[in-house]
């Protein structure tokens, strides 16, 4: 079994103590830091020649004034992927959050079950599917219209739900080269108003975004795969 290494960034100690004594036992994940901000996360890796994580899972709320979308794409940029965690007090945090590119939002009052399903599943980079995270992505009403046709939604939803592209293809009633035009020109459009979908995971944002596919009905529930080969 391959060992994920994790970091928790958090700036309650009483929070991170849990969040360590809960992973101590759990087979297959390693916590490798406990941080309060970003920049302790980074200084602790730097000073121990640390390779990248995992994942970080990021509370949305730190005491040093950073906002998610900062914070986020810093740790994207070191190499990690990001789960917000997150009491889900405050909707806009959460929003920026999952516009920033974190695979899910889990609710610290979740059950210690689902957030350790939630970390393995984002720790190997799938979406961790929940209702708050998808009702952020879903409710932004400043969202550019990417101009998606009937057949493109069609495409799209079956793709990004996990489907690969002979199937795709196949429910259609198109070839798969067809389905791979599709893709193509839908990521196109995207691009153009802002709203970049470079992998699967990316494309299943912008289908919950666009409303073509649902909002998950279970807190952790694991969406369909979205692994990013055609």
Known sequence: ??????????????????FADLFASAPGISVIALARTVD???????????????LVILDLRLADGSTPALNVRRLREAGSAVLAFTGGDDTALVRS????????????????AVLLDAVRQAAVG???ASTEWAAALDGD???????LSARERQVLSLYAAGAKA????????VTESTVIDYIRRIRSKYERVGRPANTKVDLYKRALEDGILPV???????????????
């Open 40 to 54: 302790e996360l980074l200084e602790i890796l730097e000073d121990a020649a640390q390779p990248a994580l995992d």
């Open 126 to 128: 799938e979406p961790v």
């Open 166 to 173: 002979p199937l795709v293809a196949a429910t259609a009633g």
């Open 141 to 147: 009403p400043e969202l550019s219209d990417a101009g």
């Open 216 to 230: 998950p009905g279970n807190r952790g529930a694991r969406p369909p795969a979205v692994a990013d080969s055609d």
């Open 1 to 18: 079994m391959n060992t994920f290494r994790v970091a928790l960034i958090d700036d309650h100690e009483i929070v991170a103590r849990g």
């Open 97 to 112: 959050a999952a516009h920033s590119g974190v695979l899910g939002v889990i609710r610290k009052s979740e059950p210690a």
